[in-house]
């Protein structure tokens, strides 16, 4: 592996360095169907699941296939996503914003073919490379973070449980079967790198034990004052560390009582980890959308407070979820989404159509947003 | 057959089920970068992806994160972009001991030719892991995984040869996304893309060199359906809304209730739920009950409209957003961290969206920044730093007037903190003129 150097100098980093020019302009990736039609679409129809047509004021009809990805894609796959391009979209493609990947046409009949190509690819393992669905009243692909695969904080894996739940809810995917659309998302922390708190159903990783303190190396590890402000209840204060050899170092003490496990400690200073084989696992929300269609976009709301972790194929997680969908499914009107379905049935009733327990840990604690959550009425149902 | 040194008699078990599988993905990546056919002087760890797997088994096996802290890596007048990552079992997998990652400031949209994203796998495959993320979850293109001399090679090649910069990481102006927009989608009321992309390349400076308390995130959404979740995730969400009337063809009208045209896109269609009611389906759902249907002409009380965009979900051949179109700007989003998660908080109710876009940028963007900057704490959000110092300062530092609609309803508590210029006469009184009238 000999070093091949791009022309960079690094003794005059300076010399014929371009900085900021931002992203290459959007236009030129537009296919021309698109380019010609912009701002001009009339209207759009699902074909079949996975399957739209966008139809222009112009009569131009452009044919979209979603196909479910990985977040995590390699070259490898991504090269082969682009001979199927070529093939049928004259070299273009697009991602959603679900990591979902779309194919574009402007013929049914080269987007009946691609759906026949693209179901017809499978990995060794049997698994579909390119799974088509994800449109209407279904559940689409679900957005997710890193996990284990690369990430420092994670309280379990996002790859890997995502796999699973969408095995488990993959009749939901290729389907149009749902009242409404149901979004579930996925967050291997407290961080949530994505929306996962506004989702039908998020699956969240978290912590339950506070940090461990390493008090021989946190001194020349970390800002102490730092990690200090870093936490949200003022749980770290200052504390002396006395070495073996009586050295006396500066450290940190925790109040374990009130740490939430959020990680900005650690965060802050790597001498404060807290993952924990039992300790880590994962929360499950619910009810919560982005849309204001209908009504205000709502958070989504702890209905499983821990699921331990079950690599590799997180059972529990996964059949919890799907008997929610399951529920959802039978009991709510068309259009209602879950959350929606969820108020107007009272969450005391969602609890017993789910078969969730409700324990204590799902009554809000946290500071103001707790107040609000609490009943201050009579009305409400026996279950 | 490529041969695997690790066993992953675990994540081996993802390899199964219908969904797309990373671990059979990441295999067959390995076995490309083993066989290499095209010959290419991998300048990353060529072996990557087989410990990358074997990193992934152990955290299956220990139930813990194997990934260490990032520490300072990045490219040379940037401070953002690059996110350093090492293993914490650098003996075992010396492959991935280092694995930085780079983010990568996404086309708008996501449209991509061929031939581009040609330019950047070839580059990645060369000098990183051949592994990506599309996308991660702020919008851009992620390439996972490189060690640090690479860092500024691949900068360099992504400047000059294929036009392309880095994004947002750190305590900066993350890089800005938005939806597909007027591109694709008949319900956009600006242009999604445009804007992105004109905001991304004023404020270049800000994403790429942390001076921000905190991230700072921009997201574009071009109706109320908010497909890309700016209401809930970014600081400052733009959404597009319209002032006039719902646009009604009402022929079409009458094909949807005649059964000829599919409701919602056609979007129910795996489960038969009887004939479509209008009634039932559309106005009673309505929020506001401001549609009527006589049985042949559809009629909506447009004042009373608050734009929800159930009706036109429902029937898109029939109805359309209005003529006059700009959007509402909400501000404040973010997930939980630190102080509990925060939905944006309307602060402008309508702007028109034209290029240069200045009014945005004069009246909402800088002034919110420069208080923000005074003001944020250290990893404070700008949702966190309006609860603390009040909305009555995010009036104050970008001169709106109070209106209704910025509220969910009044206050319920009467402790004003009234400012002594509200007041006649102001605090400072005299006490003896006061004791004149009033014995002690």
């Known amino acids: 592996m000999a070093f091949i150097s791009s022309g960079y100098n690094p003794d005059k980093p300076m010399e014929n360095r371009i900085t900021d020019i931002g992203p290459r302009y959007y236009e030129e990736f537009y296919p021309p169907i698109i380019k010609k039609n912009k701002g001009k679409w009339l209207y759009h129809e699902i074909l079949e699941p996975g399957i739209v047509v966008h139809v222009a004021e112009s009569g131009d009809e452009l044919y979209a296939i979603r196909v479910g990805g990985c977040r995590l894609m390699s070259v490898s796959h991504i090269r082969e996503i682009m001979e199927l391009a070529d093939k049928y979209g004259d070299g273009y493609v697009r991602w959603t914003t679900r990591n979902n990947v779309e194919f574009m046409t402007d013929s049914k009949d080269k987007a009946m073919a691609l759906k026949d190509d693209l179901l017809s690819r499978k990995q060794p393992g049997g698994c579909y490379k390119f799974p088509i669905g994800g449109t209407g009243a279904s559940i689409t692909n679900i957005v997710h973070t890193q996990g284990w695969i690369h990430c420092h904080t994670p309280a379990t894996d996002a790859s890997g449980t995502v796999k699973c739940t969408m095995d488990a809810l993959f009749d939901q995917w290729e389907n149009m079967k749902l009242p409404a659309k149901l979004r579930v998302s996925m967050a291997c922390c407290l961080n949530m790198c994505g929306a996962v708190h506004c989702s039908d159903i998020a699956i969240l990783g978290y912590h339950r034990k506070p940090p461990m303190i390493d008090a021989e190396y946190i001194d020349k590890m970390c800002e102490i004052p730092l990690a200090i402000a870093a936490c949200p209840t003022a749980a770290i204060k200052p504390a002396k560390y006395e070495t073996a050899d009586g050295k006396k170092l500066n450290s940190v003490a925790v109040n374990e009582e009130r740490c939430m496990f959020c990680g900005n400690c650690y965060t802050m200073c790597p001498s404060m980890p807290l993952a924990d084989t039992e300790g880590d696992g994962i929360v499950l929300m619910a009810g919560g959308k982005i849309s204001n269609r209908i009504d205000a976009p709502k958070f989504s709301k702890v209905v499983v407070a821990f699921i331990e972790n079950e690599p590799p194929r997180w059972p529990t997680l996964t059949k919890t979820i799907k008997r929610i969908v399951d529920a959802y499914s039978a009991d709510a009107r068309k259009y209602e989404r879950l959350g929606q379905w969820a108020e107007r049935i009272g969450w005391e009733k969602f609890f017993e159509k789910c078969e969730l327990e409700f324990t204590h840990h799902l009554i809000d604690d946290f500071r103001d947003p707790a107040y609000y959550t609490w009943r201050q009425s009579t009305n409400f149902k026996f279950t | ?440």
């Not at chain 2, 400052?236 to 063809?249: E, P, V, Y």
Request: charged content about 25%.
């Open chain 2, 1 to 440: 057959m490529v041969e695997f040194k690790h066993k992953t008699p675990k994540i081996d078990q993802l390899e199964t089920g219908p969904w797309t599988s990373f671990v059979s993905d990441i295999k067959r990546e390995h076995e490309s970068r083993m066989e290499n056919p095209k010959g290419i002087d991998f300048q990353f760890n060529q072996n990557c992806c087989e410990d990358l797997l074997g990193v992934l088994e152990l955290s299956y096996e220990h139930g813990r994160t194997h990934w260490k802290h990032g520490g300072i890596v990045g490219v040379f007048g940037y401070g953002g972009g690059v996110i350093g990552r090492y293993c914490d079992q650098p003996e075992m997998f010396p492959a991935v001991a280092h694995f930085h990652t780079l983010r990568v400031n996404q086309p708008m949209g996501h449209y991509y030719t061929t031939e581009y994203l040609e330019q950047l796998m070839d580059l990645w495959e060369r000098r990183g892991s051949g592994l990506t993320n599309m996308h991660g979850a702020t919008g851009d293109i992620i390439f996972l995984g490189t060690s640090t001399p690479q860092l500024e090679e691949v900068f360099f090649e992504l400047t000059h040869n294929i036009n392309q910069d880095l994004g947002g990481s750190g305590s900066n102006l993350r890089t800005p996304s938005d939806c597909m927009g007027q591109s694709m989608c008949e319900f956009a009321c600006y242009d999604t893309q445009e804007f992105c992309y004109q905001m991304t390349m004023e404020y270049q400076d800000e994403l790429h060199r942390p001076a921000f308390p905190y991230k700072f995130k921009f997201k574009f959404d071009g109706c109320p359906n908010c497909c890309v979740a700016s209401i809930a995730r970014s600081d400052l969400s733009f959404i597009g809304t319209w002032r006039d009337d719902i646009r009604i063809d009402q022929e079409a009208v009458k094909a949807y209730v005649g059964g000829e045209l599919k409701p919602n896109g056609g979007s129910h269609a795996g489960r038969d739920w009887g004939p479509f009611d209008i009634q039932k389906e559309v106005i009673d759902l309505c929020p506001t009950e401001c549609m009527r249907w006589d049985g042949s002409k559809l009629e909506i009380n447009t004042p009373e409209c608050t734009r929800c965009m159930h009706c036109i979900n429902v029937m898109p051949r029939a109805l359309r957003v209005g003529l006059d179109r700009g959007c509402s700007v909400l501000a404040g989003a973010k997930a939980p961290i630190l102080d509990g998660a925060q939905m944006a908080t309307l602060i402008v109710p309508f702007i028109k969206v034209e290029p240069p876009y200045d009014e945005v940028k004069e009246t909402i963007v800088e002034p919110i920044w420069d208080w923000w900057m005074e003001e944020g704490k250290n990893r404070e959000r700008l949702g966190e730093l309006i609860k603390r110092q009040g909305m009555q300062k995010l009036l104050d530092v970008t001169g709106f007037k109070a209106i209704p609609q910025m509220i969910q309803e009044p206050r319920s508590n009467p402790y004003v903190f009234w400012k002594e210029d509200e007041v006649p006469g102001g605090f400072k009184r005299d006490i003896n003129e006061f004791r004149k009238y009033h014995q002690r």
